[in-house]
């Protein structure tokens, strides 16, 4: 079964840094593009920050541009997001995606982050 | 990057009812669209994909429709479990945007 599941989570002060994994497993996901959505308390989801298959390609949220930095390892099927300078408005669910174009798309459960002092 | 607009934003229906939301793109997607139903504190879940395949598990009263820039997803016969929220997502080209939501209600 596909499964991808988040890890790192977790309350930060604001301007803190704060990194994010998902692990992949029962699929491969070198052939995915891969992305972090992000949906705030109440709110609707958020495209935040992306990567081609290959890596080669990347994509952020002009929100996030500058403070995040995702990457990812095929041949540990995860990937990761660094985020550093957080604001109380980065306060969200993260979940993290495998699809695109006309495969299906994969979600992970998402991990909750909580900026505040 | 393109836009997602869903319509309506809310739906009062009763169990029973043909219930049709709509998603239209800022621009040409093709048939690149993902449904999804997302239920209170837990993470969305995949209904159709490149617009009008229905997801393995998903009940078939789902339907979506669509390709270019209009898109529909009907449900034939609302059923107690099908309030919730659903969200349209284009899979085109990065970033893949989504819809605002559409919260479905008794």
């Known amino acids: 079964e596909a499964q991808l599941v988040e890890s790192g989570g977790g309350l930060v002060q604001p301007g803190g840094s704060l990194s994010l994994s998902c692990s992949a497993s029962g699929f491969s996901i070198s052939i995915y593009p891969m992305y972090w959505v992000r949906q705030a308390p109440g709110k609707g989801l958020e495209y935040v920050s992306g990567l081609s298959s290959n890596g080669g390609s990347t994509y952020y949220a002009d929100s996030v541009k500058g403070r995040f930095s995702v990457s990812r390892d095929n041949s540990k099927s995860t990937l990761f997001v660094q985020m550093s300078s957080l604001r109380a408005e980065d306060t969200a669910v993260y979940y993290c995606?495998?699809?695109?174009?006309?495969?299906?798309?994969?979600w992970g459960q998402g991990t909750l982050v909580t900026v505040s002092s | 990057d393109i836009q997602m607009t869903q319509s309506p934003s809310s739906l009062s229906a009763s169990v029973g009812d043909r219930v049709t939301i709509t998603c239209r793109a800022s621009?040409?997607?093709?048939?690149?669209l993902y449904w999804y139903q997302q239920k209170p504190g837990k993470a969305p879940k995949l209904l159709i994909y490149a617009a009008s395949s229905l997801q393995s598990g998903a009940p078939s009263r789902f339907s979506g429709s669509g390709s270019g820039t209009d898109f529909t997803l009907t449900i034939s016969s609302l059923q107690p479990e099908d309030f919730s929220t659903y969200y349209c997502?284009?899979?085109?080209?990065?970033?893949?945007?989504f819809g605002q939501g559409t919260k479905l209600e008794i």
């Open positions: 621009q040409s997607i093709s048939s690149y």
């Open positions: 997502q284009q899979s085109y080209s990065s970033p893949y945007t």
């Open positions: 995606v495998a699809g695109g174009g006309y495969q299906k798309s994969y």
